[in-house]
């Protein structure tokens, strides 16, 4: 069992910028492939970035790329998404969620991109202004 709790979100205007956290509980924080995905009101849930167990590997939606920024830090249990030049079209509340991978080498890069994680957080709202 893994529990996510986010924080950093807030009323931003547009061009600025947050650093949304996440912090899991457990012991075995280096065996989830961890992930942002985002709910905007009357719309599906959808990814935003993605990050391997170990680091080496990330993903993005095309709409994010070169503003957003995955990171983990596996010795303090949680992963961060840097935002940036935020725009109206970004305001949503945005979940951590964390996939179970194992240590397998051949999980090792390995970063889903469907709503389909083992656990989430409650999310934290990402507001926009412009």
């Known amino acids: 069992q893994v529990q996510l709790v986010e924080s950093g979100g807030g009323l931003v205007q547009a061009g600025g910028s947050l650093r949304l956290s996440c912090a899991a509980s457990?012991?075995?924080?280096?065996?989830?492939?961890m992930a942002w995905f985002r709910q905007a009101p009357g719309k599906e849930r959808e990814f935003v970035a993605g990050?391997?167990?170990?680091?080496?590997?990330?993903r993005y939606t095309d709409s994010v790329k070169g503003r957003f920024t995955i990171s983990r830090d596996n010795a303090k249990n949680t992963v961060y998404l840097q935002v940036n030049s935020l725009q109206s079209e970004d305001t949503a509340v945005y979940y951590c969620?964390?996939?179970?991978?194992?240590?397998?080498?051949?999980?090792?890069?390995?970063?889903?991109?469907?709503?389909?994680?083992?656990?989430w957080g409650q999310g934290t709202q990402v507001t926009v202004s412009s």
């Open positions: 969620a964390a996939n179970w991978v194992g240590v397998s080498p051949t999980s090792a890069n390995w970063v889903g991109v469907s709503p389909t994680y083992d656990y």
């Open positions: 457990g012991r075995t924080f280096s065996r989830y492939a």
């Open positions: 990050i391997s167990r170990s680091g080496g590997n990330t």
